[in-house]
């Protein structure tokens, strides 16, 4: 039994940063999804509610470990 930590670099600042890779904010980059850290889409969700838009959504556990059987 263990637990899972998906790792890569962020789409928007290029840190790498670990995520739950099934509930992590991400982008579309040709065609591809790409996860965005947590610094990165809170400041994303602040400018957007500066221009009046909804914020991102941002699932609870979208930084956390998963265990092995969620793969």
Request: hydrophobic letters at 40%; a negative charge.
């Amino acid at each position: 039994m263990g637990y899972v930590l998906m790792h890569s670099a962020c789409a928007n600042c290029n840190q790498v940063f670990a995520y739950n890779p099934h509930r992590v904010p991400s982008v579309r980059v040709e065609g591809e999804r790409v996860a965005v850290c947590q610094p990165c889409i809170v400041n994303a969700n602040r400018l957007r509610v500066e221009k009046g838009l909804e914020p991102f959504q941002i699932a609870e556990d979208a930084y956390e470990a998963i265990h092995e059987s969620e793969l």
